[in-house]
């Protein structure tokens, strides 16, 4: 079970030595901590590895894809799975996918380029407890983020602007 | 603030203060009774609601476990929780939407009307539409639903808008903004609404009716009635002769305390009602307080449920305004051509992305689920909400091993749809599309229901003892000075939401009980 697959032995040192962009959600990996330069933020890990964090977040990108939202929405719902009791489900979890991955497309998970082949991986483990367990945190994780809101036109608490009675209750203009 | 002894047997105890509890106690009170109501929940009021959906769940719906159990999809969904009740001061009349529907007159005889439906325990209620009347009229006015005593209507937001106008386009004739307990103009010393959405997260404003602020202040007015926050009932103790004495509760450390009382009424809602009754077994009465014929928790009801949303290529921003101010009647009456007994409403309806995340398809990703929520500020929704069979297997039992922090089982539901809730719900989502497509609809939704906010049937009201739990007052078959007070005595139930007639009835049985207690019967 602790024994590493060679093909990620060879990925990890590599990273070190130089640190590459994962995948499709272009995060970089250095040291113990994801860095999006494309976004400018970055994300300490403290328990979980930062190659299965980076998976986490490209998985909950392929679970619940939204073109609209930035990867550090998605970066914030996965920080929940960082804490030492989930470690190892989730870990396994992942080795499995990509167990998956490296038999049916020869790479790692977060490396396959098309959407449609990440999902189609993610559809032979939705039954398992870390998909679910996943799925789950994120209908809180990603749309209960107040930040995310207004990137879909939900305009959240209303009593403090004294409602919608003067705000456009019944603006609607194009029936 | 009035303190009753906790030794004072000469109190009417009420478990409960929502729709049912909060207006017997109430009523009581004004009529001079020395009321205490035991609310298992916290007392919030209305400044301390929250317009967030997730954390007012958190402040507000009854978390407590509960399990499940039957083909319900529910039961795959929320399988801890059947119902989003809430656990608060006010009970599920601070959640509510606010709709106050009068039911149907054969929707109080439908065994008569519908005839034999195959594994449908139908029952003719005790009482009819023209003995509720007077207390319907009584509730009317007293909750201020809008048109009603020359209120008038509530102005219809966006969201029924677009309901209205494909109602309309189908050939609906009976659509507008409803009769709802929420003040259009100021009245009662609460403002009009100022459409600000999150209805079902307490009104802010108190423009909708709540016993929590409409009515329990007026009890602890009159000096006559305590509520006590925070009591959560364990059990109803009885004497050798069968008459309830008390009840058992723990304090909000956690400490059993006993209530003294001459009467009690329980008013914990469909699930917990049952389950209390059912706690409360003894020597005497094995098999729980009033289930000699083995009704308790049977013939538990949800009403048949689910939603139609549909995406428009415009903004429509359902989620400003009165959630529930549209409706649509043309459905509601009792047509078998149709393929099922009964009828449905059809209710406007928004939930906020974080809800509409978790209830459009529980347990759907991917992107058919995600490009429905990229539509959100475009989509309308409407709630269908219908007359669901009841059935002696659809029940609320203790649960065989789960336990509460009290050591008691905590509440089993086992639900499973009939044919004919089934057959009604795919009409009503049939109708409830082509209401959307008809204003250009790109995608229509229909979705399953949401764990279950009228939970009804679970203590029927009967003529013969044989046939149910209490009898056309409420008042337990067997124990003279227990009455079931909550929407658990429905014998059937109607289409229409079912507060209304919670309140009518509880107005009702308050009137009975003092009347009793002055002749000396009770």
């Known amino acids: ?175 | 603030m009035v303190k009753f002894s906790k030794d004072d047997s000469s109190v009417v105890v009420v478990i409960g203060s929502g729709a049912g509890g909060g207006v017997v106690g109430t009523d009581l009170a004004l009529k001079g009774i020395k009321t205490v109501i035991l609310e298992a929940g916290k007392r919030h009021e209305t400044h301390d609601f929250i317009n967030d959906e997730w954390d007012s769940f958190s402040q507000l719906a009854w978390t407590d476990q509960r399990m499940t159990s039957g083909s319900w999809r529910v039961a795959k969904d929320f399988p801890q929780l059947p119902a989003w009740i809430v656990k608060s001061v006010g009970g599920s009349t601070t959640h509510w939407a606010g709709a106050s529907l009068r039911f149907q007159e054969h929707e109080f005889k439908t065994k008569s009307t519908y005839g034999n439906v195959q594994g449908a325990n139908l029952l003719d209620w005790p009482i009819t539409l023209k003995d509720l009347e007077p207390y319907y009229a009584k509730a009317e006015d007293r909750m201020g639903v809008t048109r009603t005593n020359g209120i008038k209507g509530l102005p219809g937001n966006n969201n029924f808008k677009v309901f209205e106008k494909g109602a309309k386009a189908i050939g609906y004739k009976d659509v507008h903004t409803g009769t709802m307990a929420i003040n259009s103009e100021e009245r009662d010393g609460r403002p009009g609404c100022q459409q600000v959405g999150f209805c079902f997260q307490g009104c802010k404003f108190g423009a909708k009716w709540s016993t929590l602020y409409a009515e329990i202040p007026k009890g602890e007015e009159t000096g006559k009635l305590e509520v006590r926050p925070e009591s959560y009932v364990l059990k109803i103790e009885h004497d050798k002769t069968g008459k309830v004495t008390g009840v058992v509760y723990a304090d909000k450390d956690g400490k059993v305390q006993r209530q003294k009382a001459r009467v009690v009424c329980l008013a914990g809602n469909s699930i917990e009602s049952p389950r209390i009754l059912l706690n409360s077994h003894s020597s005497m009465f094995p098999d729980g307080l009033g289930n000699s014929y083995g009704h308790v928790g049977r013939n538990y009801m949800r009403h048949m449920t689910g939603s139609v949303y549909g995406i428009f290529d415009k903004p429509v921003r359902m989620w400003r305004g009165t959630v529930m101010a549209g409706i649509i009647k043309d459905e509601a009456m009792h047509n078998s051509s149709r393929g099922f007994v009964g009828g449905y409403e059809m209710e406007t309806l928004s939930l906020g992305l974080p809800f509409m995340a978790a209830f459009l398809n529980p347990g759907a990703w991917g992107r058919s689920f995600t490009t429905a929520l990229d539509a959100y500020e475009n989509m309308a929704g409407m709630w269908l909400v219908g007359e669901d069979m009841p059935q002696e297997t659809n029940r609320v039992s203790l649960h065989s091993t789960a336990k509460d922090a009290h050591g008691l089982p905590v509440a089993n539901v086992h639900f499973d749809d009939h044919p004919n809730d089934i057959a009604m719900r795919n009409h009503a989502y049939k109708q409830g599309s082509a209401i959307y497509d008809a204003v250009g609809a790109v995608r229509t939704f229909p979705t399953p229901p949401y764990p279950s906010t009228h939970n009804l049937g679970t203590n029927r009201m009967s003529e013969k003892p044989r046939d149910g739990v209490v009898n056309k007052w409420g008042r337990s078959h067997e124990i003279p000075n227990l009455f079931v007070s909550d929407g658990s005595v429905f014998t059937t139930g109607g289409c229409e939401n079912p507060t209304l007639t919670i309140v009518a009835l509880a107005t009702r049985q308050a009137e009975y009980i003092a009347d009793q207690m002055n002749k000396g019967n009770i």
Request: proline share 4%; charged share 25%.
């Open chain 1, 1 to 175: 079970m602790g024994e590493q697959q060679p093909p990620k032995l060879t990925r990890r040192d590599f990273i070190a030595s130089s640190s590459i962009a994962v995948g499709a959600a272009a995060i970089v990996i250095s040291g113990s901590a994801l860095v999006s330069t494309k976004e400018s933020w970055g994300l300490e890990v403290k328990h979980l590895s930062p190659e299965a964090m980076s998976t986490l977040i490209q998985m909950s990108r392929d679970i619940y894809p939204h073109d609209r939202l930035a990867d550090r929405y998605y970066a914030i719902a996965c920080k929940n799975f960082d804490k030492p009791d989930l470690k190892e489900t989730i870990e396994e979890g992942i080795k499995i996918l990509n167990k998956l991955s490296q038999t049916q497309f020869g790479t790692d998970y977060v490396n396959i380029g098309w959407e449609a082949e990440r999902t189609s991986l993610l559809e032979k483990i939705q039954t398992t407890p870390m998909f679910q367990a996943l799925r789950g945190s994120l209908v809180t994780g990603i749309y209960n983020q107040k930040e995310v809101w207004p990137l879909f036109g939900y305009q959240g608490a209303s009593f403090e602007h004294g409602g919608y009675i003067d705000r456009g209750f019944d603006d609607i203009d194009w029936l």
